[in-house]
């Protein structure tokens, strides 16, 4: 399951020690500026007021986060975000993405913000450098959970128009992610014991109680009849975890049940995995496929949209038919449009 990777809004024990030396957690992105760049951060202003009134009245709610655990009232919620310039500045730039998601004529207006807040935050966070404790591990782990939701929310939506180009930015903030990773791995222990443990052994329980599926079952054969073994069990892996990540998904508790596992797999997938989408493998983008399938099947969720279908049918047109038994139940849901 993926509770049992190192997830993010679903997190678990972590599969492998952490990278990171001296207990401390960094998280690098294209989008990051240098640490200094905070002490010229402007006052907070009317239009960050209007961002946190809609972090808290409408994305809280979307998720559902509130209805599950005490510790995810909204009062509750402002205390955390309160303690950590990072978090809140993370929590403003994803409200400025889903109000350019909202409102489309001001786009541009408020993805710039949202840039601009992401890289406040990303700053602060590797500027503090700070240590896994009881203290901070609750901020860390939402503000790494928001940011993992929010970057690949807006590399799924904003896409540019060229198809290669899209994977570049998209393997890009795969590897993003495995500093995200990092912080998650660290502190699993500690959120056991925080305000977030009834809501993470909640979201547990029903994980453990959802039915498994088989819609990966024949992807997982055709990557086991590849000759290179050691290639052929990295894609096993990575299979056998977004097979989890459709399992997990079918949770019906909340928003936040369906969405953690399906942003957990980007962030658990190896950087072998990473290395070899990278170099356009068929195999590996075949994979891919079948992620699309799977933010298909949740695209009643503005955080996919139609990004599900997009990545289903241009790699079908990059492959081709040559590819075609690798790409049969993704292809499906093109077929059903």
Not at 79 to 94: C, H
Request: charged share 15%; with cysteine.
């Amino acid at each position: 399951m993926v509770s049992k990777a190192t997830g993010l809004v679903l997190p678990s024990r972590p599969k492998s020690k952490p990278t990171a030396k001296n207990n401390k957690v960094y998280v690098n992105s294209s989008h990051a500026a240098d640490p200094g760049v905070t002490n010229d951060s402007p006052p907070v202003n009317r239009l960050h007021l209007e961002f946190f009134h809609h972090f808290v009245t409408d994305i809280l709610t979307f998720l559902g986060f509130d209805r599950f655990s005490p510790a995810g009232s909204a009062i509750d919620m402002t205390k955390y975000i309160l303690s950590a310039p990072f978090l809140m500045n993370q929590i403003l730039a994803f409200a400025a993405l889903h109000l350019s998601i909202v409102h489309p004529t001001r786009w541009e207006f408020y993805q710039y913000h949202s840039s601009q807040l992401q890289t406040h935050a990303l700053s602060e966070f590797n500027g503090v450098k700070l240590d896994v404790s009881a203290e901070t591990c609750v901020p860390m782990f939402l503000s790494s959970s928001c940011l993992a939701m929010h970057v690949l929310t807006e590399k799924l939506l904003s896409r540019p128009d060229s198809f290669e180009t899209f994977l570049d930015h998209f393997i890009q903030s795969l590897r993003m992610h495995r500093g995200v990773r990092a912080v998650t791995s660290q502190s699993w222990h500690l959120l056991l014991q925080s305000p977030l443990k009834s809501l993470l052994e909640n979201e547990g329980m029903m994980l453990d109680q959802s039915t498994s599926g088989n819609e990966c079952l024949e992807l997982l054969a055709h990557v086991d009849t590849m000759f290179d073994p050691a290639i052929g069990s990295i894609y096993r892996q990575t299979v056998e975890d977004l097979q989890e990540a459709y399992h997990a998904s079918r949770s019906p508790l909340s928003n936040f049940s369906r969405i953690g596992p399906i942003i957990s797999w980007p962030v658990i997938i190896s950087p072998d995995y990473i290395d070899l989408l990278s170099g356009r493998r068929p195999e590996a983008l075949a994979i891919l496929s079948h992620f699309g399938a799977l933010l298909h099947m949740h695209n009643e969720m503005w955080t996919f949209g139609n990004s599900g279908l997009y990545l289903i049918s241009s790699i079908n047109h990059y492959l081709g038919p040559e590819w075609e038994s690798w790409l049969r139940w993704p292809n499906t849901f093109i077929q059903d449009e």
